[in-house]
């Protein structure tokens, strides 16, 4: 009879529960890959459970209780009495995961956090593991499944904002509170992540701007399918003259683009290096069973194999203003002479402008635009003052674009 | 100064090339990710080095030298000798595999592979590690880039398979003797091994059906294009009542399909179990440069990890007849009632009809159906009893199709 496996498990929510039941179904499969038969030695919840008995008895733990208080304690004590830990935690990893990391590197013991972004979709592993000596350009995607969905719903339906959220969270795809996943913060802790992972330079939550879908209107969306433009929330980490930039925006891309065809729940991330052009990986970024999945890749590679240590000798500076493109929604008043005044102020700022689309008469008049790559202030700048003309009949309303035609 | 780490490389081609830049420019990553200093100790050519005095300087044997003969004695001494061994030789996987997996179990020693499949894009680590205790229900991709690009163009110029060929040369997407990647070959190696790794169970290249797309005409393509279908080269394995089926075939996507925007030389795949729901990873599947990428990421690893033990505990019957959805392209006279004869036989053969478009007049009158999945043995004696019909102008001819859709 083989070996156990002792797994001491903290937290037993939605993903805890469907990672127990995981570990029995697949206990075959698990005792193949690693020699040793696993068990739940343990379990903690509010209830239940002594967090230092868990941690005696287990060969591993697994932290799926979410936030940083307690679990900041029991994943760095787990960590110096040399038990490795699985975790799933973002807020913790983003927020606190210097401190952990060097526990993990102090101890020679393994911190895995597979879950901890795009759930299954193995990025975690593939930035670490495949991609070890990998000098990234750029690492962005889709790390919300949730605003996708909406986003999806919104350009395939039309309908407001509010409305499909409401669906969102009939469906089970948004939460009775949403505002860490629509206001930007969810896709931030895990843009933090991989940032530091991919740059090798520590980034911590608070240095990573972010912007939410809250104030998408549906006629963003209907403009945009005219322009051939889909919309999404994407985080974005690149490597830049002087830094790097980590954001979190809502942003169009044209047809062709490898994200622009993720739509639903779903979530995508793209690495880009010279050496690898750019790789794309994409699946279910959310879901209880699909999470355990990554869990349990984790616990096997907790047996099998040794976990690179993170390491962040890097010390690059995260940049805030940066050159980005823009699509520009302007409600003007219906007279002669709007666009070339609005076209005379970019241009006096040096912006220069991609396209634009005059629609609606009278009262509904528009100028919708594509703004070429500039700096951000910049834009905001020029934004501010063509929001003062006499002949705007609302302020204007901007959104990011990324420019690149691939078809 | 830090411990070096040599590397006995066998092969300097065009991967091997870009292997020892790859390793010059990133001595400094390198030794970041693993601790020592990566140094080439020693060159194998066919004019140039000894195997033995190489293999005993080494702490890593790097194979790019391709074939199976020597190269299979060669990485099996090794990995005797207790040196682990990188391989990218797809061939010497799918043909002697089993040998090569079984002496690294017995040495203890590690046998890489990445760039073996679809070269950067990382499926072999994200297979055996990140989804070691998956029970894999599908893999299945587009695994070879050089047909990618040719069904790509045929598609969006209207060329003919031997001019699109042609240019593929041209552009150095296809080599001087395409045969290997043009009539499937290629993506059969390439799919036993992943078939192999995916469901641990011993598969070699002389049980992967393969078909190539030397057949492919134009107007298939146009017709397709009406019906809203992409054509690519599919490898397919899949876990089936009774067994598992590996094989490698034209095939038409649906729209919304994750793999019909994959366009040009990228390469694509998918792997689904209920668990994961599925998981896409896509990018460029050859390249001397992405290739060494995959071959650096392994020799990282071989330094920071343990590889995982493959092991085929499985012994799954390799199924030949399975049921397939079809696109049939029938060149008729133009007289009436061959609708009704066509469909009557197919009727009387239980299988049925999902769409059907007539198309031209008097000798360019056609008929194009797609097929609901039926066994392939039934189709295909359905199509003979068709192809001996007065009525038929030319010989059927179909292609696969994947009927789901996803829009």
Tied chains: 1, 2.
Excluded: W
């Excluded at 020699?35 to 932290?63: M, P, Y």
């Excluded at 879950?115 to 350009?137: D, H, K, L, T, Y």
């Excluded at 549906?218 to 005219?226: F, I, R, T």
């Amino acid at each position: 009879m083989s070996e156990t496996l002792k797994i001491g498990l903290l937290g037993r929510g939605t993903v805890g529960s469907a990672f127990v039941d995981l570990v029995g179904e697949r206990a075959a499969t698990i005792e193949v890959a690693t020699g040793r038969r696993a068990v739940i030695s343990g379990v903690l919840t509010t209830s239940q459970g002594d967090f230092d008995q868990i941690l005696a008895d287990a060969d591993v733990i697994v932290e799926l209780m979410g936030g940083t208080d307690p679990a900041f304690d029991y994943v760095r004590a787990a960590l110096e009495a040399g038990v490795p830990v699985i975790t799933a935690n973002k807020q913790l990893l983003a927020r606190r995961g210097a401190e952990l990391f060097e526990a993990a590197g102090r101890a020679g013991v393994q911190l895995r956090f597979e879950a901890a972004v795009a759930a299954v979709v193995p990025v975690i592993r593939v930035v670490q593991e495949s991609f070890g000596a990998v000098e990234f350009s750029k690492v962005f995607g889709i790390v919300n499944g949730t605003t996708n969905f909406i986003l999806s719903e919104m350009a395939a339906t039309g309908a407001s904002y509010a409305d499909t959220l409401k669906r969102a969270q009939d469906l089970g795809y948004a939460e009775a509170d949403p505002t860490e996943d629509v206001n930007g913060a969810d896709a931030a802790a895990k843009m933090a992540i991989l940032a530091r992972l991919a740059f090798h330079t520590p980034v911590t939550l608070d240095q990573v701007d972010f912007e939410g879908i809250e104030s998408v209107q549906p006629d963003d969306l209907a403009y945009a399918k005219e322009l051939g433009l889909s919309l999404k929330l994407l985080g974005v980490a690149e490597r830049l003259p002087g830094g790097i930039t980590v954001r979190v925006f809502p942003c169009f891309l044209y047809p062709g683009h490898p994200l622009s065809p993720i739509e639903g729940p779903f979530n995508a991330v793209m690495v880009e290096a010279p050496e690898i052009t750019e790789v794309t990986m994409s699946g279910p970024g959310a879901g209880g069973l699909q999470t355990a999945a990554a869990v349990l890749g984790d616990l096997v590679s907790v047996v099998t194999g040794d976990a690179p240590t993170h390491q962040a000798p890097e010390a690059l500076e995260v940049l805030s203003d940066v050159d980005s493109s823009f699509y520009l929604h302007l409600e003007v008043a219906d007279e002669p002479g709007v666009l070339a005044r609005v076209a005379k102020l970019l241009s006096d700022y040096g912006i220069s402008v991609k396209s634009v689309v005059q629609r609606g008469i009278g009262s509904d008049a528009r100028l919708v635009m594509v703004i070429h790559r500039c700096l951000e202030s910049r834009f905001k700048q020029a934004v501010a003052e063509i929001g003062g003309l006499d002949s705007l009949r609302a302020p204007p309303r901007y959104i990011r674009v990324i420019e690149e035609e691939f078809v």
